[in-house]
Every structure is written in structure tokens, then in C-alpha cells.
């Protein structure tokens, strides 16, 4: 649906078509930094419980980085997070129409066809 190149508080760069989908490389104190390695460490124990992917609401942080580049959500955004290998958490978020966010696409149709 649309690309998301920086966190919108640090700057930091988000990695593109990386496996893990909304993987940011916040700077150091970033606020949204700090929450996602909250989640991430929340995730991983959660992991520990899980066979496959399970969903579980959309964390402040998650709602404002996707939201800051237009994506809009629905009232109580849920987020399917699936662990790849031990280390690559992938978090799939679907908007408020029910389609899979894509943050490797493309932000508008003409981009596609400029090609
Ligand atoms: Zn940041």
C-alpha cells in the first residue's frame, strides 16, 4: 500500500523488503525504538508458548508509524505475528478496509506504471 522510509520521530531508516516486514533502525532513545523492543521482547516470550502465528492488538507505536504514512487503520488494529526463524519476528497488519498492508509497495499507482 505504501512505503515507510524513516520513523517518523528519529529518522531512523526502516529496512527495506526485509522478511520482518516494519523492521526500523531507530536511533538511540527514539521513544518508538524503545517501545519496539518492548514488544519484540514481549513477542518473543509469547513465541516461547506459540506453534505458528497468533494475533494480538496493534501497539501504540505500531498504529502511529504506520498511521504517519497514511495507512489507515481500523478502531482496534490487531497483529498477526508469525516468527520466521528464532530471530525474525514478521507482524502482518492488515488496514481498515481488511487488505494486508504491504510497506514494500509503492505509494501510488502511477510509481508502478512509471517503472
Ligand atoms: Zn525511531
Do not use: K
Amino acid at each position: 500500500m505504501t512505503r515507510l522510509p524513516a520513523c517518523p520521530l528519529c529518522g531512523g531508516p526502516r529496512l527495506p523488503d526485509h522478511p520482518g516486514g516494519l523492521v526500523i533502525r531507530h536511533r538511540q532513545r527514539c521513544r518508538h525504538g524503545l517501545a519496539e523492543l518492548a514488544r519484540q521482547a514481549a513477542d518473543a516470550d509469547e513465541a516461547r508458548t506459540r506453534v505458528g502465528p497468533w494475533l494480538r492488538p496493534a501497539t501504540w507505536t505500531e498504529r502511529n508509524l504506520l498511521e504517519s504514512v497514511g495507512v489507515q487503520l481500523s478502531a482496534e488494529p490487531m497483529v498477526e505475528v508469525l516468527y520466521l526463524t528464532p530471530s525474525v519476528r514478521r507482524r502482518t497488519f492488515t488496514d481498515a478496509r481488511g487488505e494486508v498492508v504491504d510497506l514494500d509497495a509503492d505509494a501510488s499507482p502511477e510509481a508502478e506504471v512509471n517503472r
